[in-house]
């Protein structure tokens, strides 16, 4: 359950510092000016924090939280296919993905004290998943940066 937790943090971490890394100079290299763009992550971060908001309030109401991470994962995963293929919709794509990551990083942190059982287990989970997932999550915009040199 450990390692389920930690790469589950460090995978929906990771997706989004790539976007929060690139998606200025994505836009910018589709010829968004950068006030426009600035205004889409104002956008972004202002409706990732409602669904942070949201996703709390609804996460506690089931016992199961995997339809609600499987639901914000595809959000997430939306908007990364969303801006390759229609880029010209890259606000509604900022949207969607604030959407998915609000969510996701609340239920990643949740995590710790659903799946323990008291806050020793809770403070050991967290511990483990926040320090590999956050090192995982950090290597994330690096890769994407040299793939896109690469191609």
Known sequence: MGW?????????????????????SIEQNL??????SGMHMSVFLFTGTLAS???????????????L???????????????AVSPELSL????????????????A?????????HHTQAAALSGMAQSIGYAIAAAGPIA?????DLW
């Open 4 to 24: 389920q937790v930690t790469i589950f943090m460090g995978l929906q971490s990771m997706a989004f510092f790539i976007l929060i890394a690139w998606l200025p």
């Open 69 to 83: 991470a499987l639901i914000s994962s595809v959000l997430a995963f939306s908007a990364y296919v969303g801006l």
């Open 53 to 67: 908001l949201g996703a709390g309030a609804l996460l506690h109401r089931f016992a199961d939280q995997r339809p």
């Open 92 to 107: 509604l794509w900022c949207v969607v993905a604030a959407l998915g990551y609000g969510s996701l990083i609340v239920i």
């Open 109 to 117: 942190l949740s995590l710790f004290s659903l799946r323990t059982a």
């Open 31 to 36: 010829g968004i000016s950068q006030a426009a």
């Open 144 to 148: 994407f940066g040299a793939l896109h």
